[in-house]
């Protein structure tokens, strides 16, 4: 029995992808729901399995080749394997060898593209990779466990592109992803759509790492190894402070202002092909526990490409944190259509004078870009200031006043 492989059904705010890896060959036996090809869009990686044991008589797309929603893209013989010769089924984006010695030949049969192209971007020979895949071949996510298990690899990933030094002025062009696009489409429509402008202040973060100090050993052993870091206190400030400023949480729309009777708040998690934003769903109603766990949960999937689109989409406000890169002070970039992001920075410790003497204290500084056509600076001023006398005085979080 033949069955259409299709493309994945794109949520409008995606208009299609791109084949990033074929994961087996045509006439090669497949189990039911193995994962047989990755689709590469704007915003996420997804997975398309096989619907039945049997094997993929066709392939319709190569790798590279753009796919629109519900497309075909192969077609799958239910059964045994259709033992279908791969030169005559694939397309020749896919198909045609490159003319190189035997055991040049031999390496690229052995590395998968996706995987052979992760281990470029971090600086990491693919030939020091064990592999997982049929007949050893090294899949993607043997690079991301090869990374995760080797630091030294992972520091050195800091440049994108490994050159070899074959001159004294070396150049290499690489394409950019379709993530990476997309996020330079969308801060560029922001600074060029919106009448942008940041405000800043500094919160004093004593208060909360002394609560820390004091309650983390037994906040996580009460809720199931929950760590109670410095992000589920900024996520409640922001609610509440967004339910004390509607304005701040809604956003443009043509010529209404759509006003948002809740906080979908969306934490920005850096990832190796860009920044993603997942969103915490009603974030006013969520505990700093289950903010703690969602916001690791979104964390370690967002590194392994396993977010969905839905938990990317939407979101009324944005908090960015730069401090954990060392970044002292930012201006963030709106994530359109939202009006305002609080961007987080380092704690610093630095005199202050309290109560007309100097102390030693830990200082972060706070930055609120927001669009001046839906706020004005009175809003915006005070939205900050109030997440800063919430957060120097964690109770009131709790108490709500």
Same mark, same amino acid.
């Given at each position: ?13 995606? /208009? +299609? *992808?791109? =084949? %990033?890896?074929?994961? &087996?060959?045509? $006439? ?5 729901? #193995?994962? @047989? ?14 619907? /039945? +044991? *049997?094997? =993929? %008589?066709?392939?319709? &797309?190569?790798? $590279? ?5 519900? #497309?075909? @893209? ?20 896919v198909?045609?060898?490159k ?8 390496? #690229?049969?052995a ?41 030294a ?17 070396v ?33 004093n ?20 190894g ?14 509440e ?34 920044l ?46 730069g ?14 259509p ?14 202050m004078?309290?109560n ?23 809003d ?21 006043i």
């Amino acid at each position: 029995m033949s069955i259409e492989i299709k493309a994945p059904t794109f949520p409008e705010s995606v /208009a +299609d *992808g791109t =084949i %990033a890896t074929w994961h &087996k060959k045509p $006439g090669e036996a497949i189990k039911r729901d #193995e994962l @047989i090809v990755d689709i590469e869009t704007d915003k996420v990686v997804l997975e398309v399995v096989a619907p /039945a +044991d *049997g094997s =993929i %008589a066709e392939i319709l &797309k190569g790798e $590279g080749d753009t796919v629109m929603s519900n #497309e075909v @893209i192969a077609r799958f013989v239910e059964g045994a394997a259709a033992g279908v010769p791969v030169a005559a089924s694939v397309p020749a984006a896919v198909a045609a060898p490159k003319v190189e010695t035997k055991a040049a030949t031999t390496a #690229e049969k052995a590395v998968n593209p996706a995987a052979r192209k992760m281990a470029e971007e971090n600086n990491v020979s693919a030939a020091a990779v064990a592999g997982t895949g049929k007949d050893g071949r090294v899949l993607k996510e043997d690079v991301a466990n090869h990374l995760k298990s080797a630091p030294a690899a992972v520091a050195t990933a800091a440049a994108p592109v490994a050159i070899e030094a074959s001159g004294d002025r070396v150049e290499k062009r690489v394409a950019m992803t379709r993530l990476r696009k997309r996020i330079a489409e969308r801060l560029l429509e922001a600074t060029s759509t919106t009448a942008m402008l940041t405000t800043f202040n500094e919160v004093n973060m004593a208060p909360i790492m002394a609560l820390r100090a004091k309650y983390k050993d037994q906040f996580e052993k009460s809720h199931n190894g929950a760590r109670l870091g410095f992000m589920s206190f900024f996520v409640k400030a922001a609610a509440e402070a967004l339910r004390r400023f509607p304005v701040v949480n809604a956003s443009i729309d043509g010529n209404d202002v759509v006003y948002h009777g809740y906080q979908d708040i969306g934490v920005a998690v850096s990832t190796e092909k860009g920044l993603v934003v997942p969103v915490l769903r009603n974030a006013e109603n969520m505990s700093l526990a289950t903010i703690e766990n969602t916001i690791r949960d979104f964390g370690a999937r967002a590194r392994d490409g396993k977010l969905g689109i839905e938990e990317m989409s939407g979101g009324t406000f944005t908090i960015t944190n730069g401090g954990t890169f060392g970044s002292l002070l930012s201006t963030p970039i709106l994530n359109l259509p939202q009006s305002a992001i609080l961007g987080m920075h380092k704690i610093q410790e630095r005199p202050m004078a309290v109560n007309g003497k100097v102390e030693i204290l830990p200082m972060m500084y706070l930055a609120l870009s927001y669009d001046h056509r839906l706020l004005d600076g009175k809003d915006a001023v005070q939205f900050l200031v109030t997440i800063k006398d919430l957060l120097e005085d964690p109770a009131r979080i709790l108490l709500e006043i």
